[in-house]
């Protein structure tokens, strides 16, 4: 992991499927486990759900909170 790529995470879109246009941070636990089991899609996009998912399932998406962008 880099670190830019927390960054990533909350400023980041998912690009297609159910949750087309949500941001990586948001996908749902649920969506994240199913790609932990089904196999993570290759390149950048495979690269942040995973870390996304690890995040999620240890419970440190708080860590995200400060880098989010102020809307």
């Known amino acids: ?27 749902p636990g649920n969506y994240l486990n199913w790609f932990a089991r089904e196999g993570f899609p290759p390149g950048e996009i495979g690269r942040l759900l995973q870390l996304m998912q690890e995040i999620d399932h240890n419970g440190l998406s708080g860590l995200l909170t400060p880098l989010r962008q102020p809307r």
Not at 1 to 27: C, F, H, N, Q
């Open 1 to 27: 992991m880099k670190p830019e790529d927390l960054l990533l995470l909350v400023t980041r879109s998912m690009p297609y499927g159910k949750y087309k246009g949500r941001l990586i941070a948001d996908l």
